[in-house]
Nanobody, 115 residues
């Protein structure tokens, strides 16, 4: 199994920045990709960014140029650097680790963008 713990959320003004962290433990060598999702109240969960075991990255169009996903293998941690935050980025952010037999989710961290 894989355990994931997100951190770094909070309240930020529009235009501000936050860096989310997703710390993994357990069978981390089975992880093929790590994704960041978000879910706003009343909306479906949305894939925001993904990083593969090979280092490839992808983003939803709405965050391209503003968000950057990266990883620190020594710390078993994946980051989501969020710049130029907008009120519409307000959501609970979750990380997900994909292995061959299963996917694992963290409990999420809240990001609120408001003046």
């Amino acid at each position: 199994q894989v355990q994931l713990v997100e951190s770094g959320g909070g309240l930020v003004q529009p235009g501000g920045s936050l860096r989310l962290s997703c710390a993994a433990s357990g069978r981390i060598f089975d992880i093929n990709a790590v994704m960041w999702y978000r879910q706003a109240p009343g909306k479906e969960r949305e894939l925001v960014a993904e990083i593969t075991s090979g280092g490839g990255t992808s983003y939803v169009d709405s965050v391209k140029g503003r968000f950057t996903i990266s990883r620190d293998n020594a710390k078993n941690t994946v980051y989501l650097q969020m710049n130029g935050l907008k009120p519409e980025d307000t959501a609970a952010y979750y990380c997900k680790a994909q292995t061959i037999p299963a996917a694992y989710w963290g409990k999420g961290t809240q990001v609120t963008v408001s003046s």
